[in-house]
T-cell receptor, first 107, second 123 residues
Framework: DIQMTQSPSSLSASVGDRVTITCRAS??????LNWYQQRPGKGPDLLIY???NLHRGVPSRFSGSGSGTDFTLTISSLQPEDFATYYC?????????FGQGTRLEIK | QVQLQESGPGLVKPSQTLSLTCTVS??????????WAWIRQPPGKGLEWMGY???????YYNPSLKSRVSISVDTSKNQFSLKVNSVTAADTAVYFC???????????????WGQGILITVSS
């Protein structure tokens, strides 16, 4: 099984900050990596697919990079609505495993 | 606008079968353009992809759940359903249905999700 490890597990930041979240796969997954945002009580929203492709309607302050085993999600300038939990997901295996999540909180 | 809505009983007894339905609007399951998935999230925990189905009835399951899970489709009602057999307290979770895109170049991802339904397994 492929394990997905996100870091950090939680993060405090301020509006306007640049934030980076990392996701590491236990084996190579090429570019088969997606990022989601989940607000409390809601279903996740797709942000990035295939490592760096911005889903339609997602603000350009979100960006993704990486390939192989190491990936990053960057938010260039945090907005109030960005405080949420972020998950990565691999789609290389038949399990489509998610990372454990990164909770982004207001400092 | 694509919308998905989960429905089903909120409480299931241990050892029984959990049954949920997802109703899709704004897209047609029978178009064959997408797969249709179930994902769950135990309270306060992370996400687990359970499986998906194609309009033809072809299914793909998470190997860790394959022995207890089945997904079916009713194209006439534009719905798909989930069954989990022999449930225990560990199956208590919010269950989400989602539209699943599969592309040979971009891989697979879920682009529209329902709001989720909390299912509690308890006697």
């Amino acid at each position: 099984d492929i394990q997905m490890t996100q870091s950090p597990s939680s993060l405090s930041a301020s509006v306007g900050d640049r934030v980076t979240i990392t996701c590491r796969a236990s084996q190579t997954i090429a570019k088969h990596l997606n990022w989601y945002q989940q607000r409390p009580g809601k279903g996740p929203d797709l942000l990035i697919y295939a490592a760096y492709n911005l889903h339609r309607g997602v603000p350009s302050r979100f960006s993704g990079s990486g390939s192989g085993t190491d990936f990053t999600l960057t938010i260039s300038s945090l907005q109030p609505e960005d405080f949420a939990t972020y998950y990565c997901q691999e789609s290389y295996s038949t399990s489509y495993t998610f990372g454990q999540g990164t909770r982004l909180e207001i400092k | 606008q694509v919308q998905l809505q989960e429905s089903g009983p909120g409480l299931v007894k241990p050892s029984q079968t959990l049954s949920l339905t997802c109703t899709v609007s704004g897209d047609s399951i029978s178009s064959g353009d997408h797969y249709w998935a179930w994902i769950r999230q135990p309270p306060g925990k992370g996400l687990e992809w359970m499986g998906y189905i194609y309009y033809s009835g072809n299914t793909y399951y998470n190997p860790s759940l394959k022995s207890r899970v089945s997904i079916s489709v009713d194209t006439s009602k534009n719905q798909f359903s989930l069954k989990v057999n022999s449930v225990t307290a560990a199956d208590t979770a919010v269950y989400f249905c989602a539209r699943n895109v599969w592309d040979s170049g971009s891989g697979s991802y879920q682009d529209y999700w329902g709001q989720g339904i909390l299912i509690t397994v308890s006697s």
